[in-house]
């Protein structure tokens, strides 16, 4: 059986006029009849695309009783066409109803009538129906092969750890904590410190899963349960990780234009997220960038969203800000040797959206300890962390990116919960 057997059916996609005179099978969701009394056409969608079919006698009547987004099963010749968009039509001898969908549906998949975000999200299997809202999520696959090359191409391994914690990853108190037998247990914010030991027995470590923040932001660019891009490796440095991070993003972008831009043109035809090279700006150039623009941050305080906002006017499309102040970044990133306030940090932006965060690691034990203890944080709630630094720990790097804020570039998409099929956050918990 070759993909085009299955159920011995025909994709709308592969005829062309090499079929004229075949009698073929196909299956699909009728997307539209136009009735015009003694002839009819229909319009069918399957996972390749649409085929026009052509429907006259007493055929008719039984299209008039199918409504639309039914399942059907079509059988008839392939004919020559007058129709613009397509080379060949079927000339339907027989009709089978598969699954009959209700009328009316609570949203117009095809996209004519417009319907809300949320409106849709509460019907997300059937927005899925809409192309340009299919061909998000198969970019979204595409994508994560495509990383997933990458950072294989790069001698990376892949792993999964756990999502169930029982302490605080990285410290801080937005977690979703939950009852786990006699225990209390939370859900991982990110895999920080898994990764970071896995450097000593595998060296170069990648995670692609879903974590969990407790925040209760209201914004178009955080979720409750997001996808990350993790990766650690040992000996390199954060300027490597902002090589490989700068590599990933352009060879991705460029691939997807390159072999996927079938999927591509429902975005984007002006192709301006293809870059050359990523700027790397320092926290400090932006403070004066921030201050010729009229807006005043003091050295060590983060950059708010109206800062972002201005240097993202500036800054339109990827750059890098790297050497964040000490005292921003978590216990666990490495400060400068000579310039103790700085640390060896970066975050890449596209314009005003963080896309990644990383940076070098603190990886003497006692030091550790110490920053723990600075960020107010309990070194005892971290001894099976602190213990994997006595074994060989080696100096190490990484960074982690969120997958659904890179997939808002890739799409084009203004609200993060537009690339992400069931999205959580402080209102959605279904479907
Ligand atoms: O910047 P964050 O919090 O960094 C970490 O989790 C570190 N452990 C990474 C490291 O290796 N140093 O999260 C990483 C990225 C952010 O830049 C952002 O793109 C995304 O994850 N992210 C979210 N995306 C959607 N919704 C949320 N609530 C997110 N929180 C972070
Ligand atoms: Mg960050």
């Known amino acids: 059986m070759n993909d085009n057997d299955t ?8 005829i062309d006029k090499t079929n004229i005179g ?76 598969l699954s009959k969908a209700a009328n ?20 997300r299997a059937l927005d899925l129906r809409n192309l340009r809202i299919s061909n998000i999520f198969k970019t979204r696959s595409n994508a994560l092969y495509l990383i997933r090359k990458y950072l294989f191409s790069k001698m990376f391994v892949e792993v999964n750890t756990p999502k169930i914690i029982g302490s605080a990853t990285e410290g801080g108190a937005d977690l979703f904590g939950f009852e786990y037998f006699a225990k209390k247990a939370f859900l991982a914010q990110s ?29 178009v660019r955080h ?42 043109k429902h975005f984007d035809d002006s192709q301006d997220i293809l870059v050359d090279k990523i700027p790397r700006i320092t926290y400090e150039k932006c403070l004066e960038d921030l201050k010729s623009l009229g807006e005043k941050i003091e050295f060590g305080e983060d950059l708010s969203d109206p800062a972002l906002r201005k240097l993202g006017e500036t800054y339109p499309k990827f750059y890098f800000i790297v050497d964040w102040p000490t005292k921003l970044k978590p216990f666990y990133i490495l400060e400068h040797e000579k310039k103790s306030e700085l640390s060896k940090s970066f975050d890449l932006q596209y314009g005003y959206l963080e896309i990644v965060s990383g940076g070098t690691r603190e990886h003497d034990s006692a030091r550790l300890k110490n920053k723990l203890q600075e960020k107010g944080l309990n070194p005892n709630s971290f001894s099976n962390h602190l213990q994997t630094f006595e074994w060989g720990m080696p100096p190490h790097s990484g960074c982690g990116l969120g997958f659904d804020r890179f997939m808002m570039i890739l799409t084009k998409s203004t609200n993060i919960r537009e690339v992400v099929l069931y999205p959580r956050d402080t209102e959605r918990l279904s479907p």
Do not use: C
């Open 7 to 14: 159920m011995k059916r025909t994709f709308a996609s592969s």
């Open 104 to 123: 009316p549906l609570p949203i117009d998949p095809t996209g004519r009538v417009i319907s809300s975000l949320d409106k849709r999200l509460d019907s």
């Open 223 to 264: 979720l409750s349960e997001f996808v990350s891009v993790d990766l650690e490796a040992a000996f390199l440095e954060y300027g490597d990780v902002m090589d490989i991070i700068e590599d990933l993003v352009i060879s991705t972008i460029k691939d997807l234009y390159a072999n996927y831009n079938n999927q591509m």
């Open 22 to 97: 075949q009698n073929l099978t196909f299956i699909g969701w009728i997307e539209d009849f136009r009735d015009m009394g003694k002839i009819g056409f229909i319009s069918v969608r399957d996972m390749t695309g649409n085929f026009q079919g052509v429907v006259t006698g007493e055929l008719l009547s039984n299209f008039r009783e199918i409504p639309r987004q039914s399942v059907i099963m079509v059988n008839g010749i392939i004919q020559e066409t007058r129709a613009e968009s397509f080379q060949v039509e079927v000339k339907v001898e027989k009709v089978e109803l």
């Open 191 to 219: 895999p920080q410190l898994y990764k970071e030991q896995l450097t000593l027995g595998l060296e170069r470590v990648f995670e692609i899963s879903s974590y969990f923040r407790a925040e209760p932001s209201h914004t």
